[in-house]
Each structure stands twice: as structure tokens, then as C-alpha cells.
């Protein structure tokens, strides 16, 4: 069974340009977390969603960022306008339930120039 | 106070020997309690949970919870080059967290030849 799945894998923008970031999570999971890490602040939870429906977006650092779930095995992250401050991996999870075990995808690698 | 505490690190164990590594968290209603590795560039990877106070073993890991001393441990025995990464512990159902996971900010591991 395929595990997390996250693109690009890679991303290199300029400051004020618009990136999307996009999560498939695993099969039958209800859950689903957008992280961000850095080596300052470690590994951060932006938001998380319950059946599709956002559930905490309190990790959210600014209106800059959006996020969504159209159906259960697609999410996107925006950040529009992107500033270099936004470099960072951003990492996708998703569980089966709430606090359980969190499986995460490979990562997006994010660099604003 | 961070709410989940590790030392950063480095550990350096030599190979073969134990290593320990230990987690405090803050709120006494935590309910769930994992160990992730992360090898450099890489993403998390879940190798342990436990929810219940005392030891549970998988091969050469033990992961040890005490919830009256708020406190998870893993324990890594014979301890190869491969296990050299940084171990984060991350904790489930702290007082207004939802269905989330925090995390420490981890402790690097290296194993020494």
C-alpha cells in the first residue's frame, strides 16, 4: 500500500510568487496533518483536517496561508504571497484517528529566494 | 515551559552499547505517546507507541512510559551506525490539543564505530 504522498518533492520560488503544496494521504486514514520544520522551531503543526472538514488551523502563521481538502485523498497548502522566511519542509501526515500514529510523506523542501 | 522536553543532543554511544534516550512532557492528561526517527534530509518515521505506563519491547527497541513522573523514555539496545538519526517524542491528548501530536524538538543520536 503506498504510503503518504506529497509533491513537488522539491520548490524553488521568488519572494511574492504564490506555491502550492499538495498531500495524498493513505488510503482509509481520516486524518490529515500539514507540518512545517525548521532547524530553529523543529517540526510544527499548521493545521490538521477531520473527514475533509478543518479542525485546528491555529498553527497557521499568517493569512498568507491557506489550506484545503476537497475530498479525502487530496489536500493543498498555499502560501500566497511566499516570503524567504517560508523556507522550510513541509511535511504531510495522516492517521486513522486523532492522536494515533501519524504517517508521514516524504516532504516538500521549499526555498524562497 | 515547552510542553514536550527532550535533549538535543548529540548522543554518542559507541556500537553495541545502550542507548537512552529520554522525553518529559507537562500535562498529566496526555494520553498517547510515540517515538519517530529521522535520518538527516529525511522525514519522520514512526517506531514506536505506547499508552500505557510501564515497558513495551519490539526488537531491539523498548520504549518506557511513567505517567505519574510525566515522563517516556527509549531505550535502543546494541546500537549500530544505522541507528545514528535524530529521535523525536511526540505526545497525544495534552489539555486543549485536539486530536493532535506535539512534539519535542528531538535528540540526536550517534553511534560511533
Known amino acids: 500500500d503506498a504510503g503518504v504522498i506529497q509533491s513537488p518533492r522539491h520548490e524553488v520560488t521568488e519572494m511574492g510568487q504564490e506555491v502550492t503544496l499538495r498531500c495524498k494521504p493513505i488510503?482509509?486514514?481520516?486524518?490529515l496533518f500539514w507540518y512545517r520544520q525548521t532547524m530553529m522551531r523543529g517540526l510544527e503543526l499548521l493545521i490538521y483536517?477531520?473527514?475533509?472538514?478543518?479542525?485546528?488551523d491555529s498553527g497557521m502563521p499568517e493569512d498568507r496561508f491557506s489550506a484545503k481538502m476537497p475530498n479525502a485523498s487530496f489536500s493543498t497548502l498555499k502560501i500566497q504571497p511566499s516570503e524567504p522566511r517560508d523556507s522550510a519542509v513541509y511535511f504531510c501526515a495522516s492517521s486513522l484517528t486523532g492522536d494515533n500514529e501519524q504517517f508521514f510523506g516524504p516532504g516538500t523542501r521549499l526555498t524562497v529566494l | 515551559q515547552k510542553e514536550v522536553e527532550q535533549n538535543s543532543g548529540p548522543l554518542s554511544v559507541p556500537e553495541g552499547a545502550i542507548a537512552s534516550l529520554n522525553c518529559t512532557y507537562s500535562d498529566r492528561v496526555s494520553q498517547s505517546f510515540f517515538w519517530y526517527r529521522q535520518y538527516s534530509g529525511k522525514s519522520p518515521e514512526l517506531i514506536m507507541s505506547i499508552y500505557s505506563n510501564g515497558d513495551k519491547e519490539d526488537g531491539r527497541f523498548t520504549a518506557q512510559l511513567n505517567k505519574a513522573s510525566q515522563y517516556v523514555s527509549l531505550l535502543i539496545r546494541d546500537s549500530q551506525p544505522s541507528d545514528s538519526a535524530t529521535y523525536l517524542c511526540?505526545?497525544?491528548?495534552?489539555?486543549?490539543?485536539?486530536?493532535?501530536?506535539?512534539f519535542g524538538t528531538g535528540t540526536q543520536l550517534k553511534v560511533e564505530l
Open positions: 483536517f477531520n473527514n475533509n472538514v478543518p479542525i485546528d
Open positions: 511526540a505526545v497525544g491528548g495534552l489539555t486543549g490539543g485536539g486530536n493532535k501530536l506535539t
Open positions: 488510503s482509509g486514514h481520516d486524518y
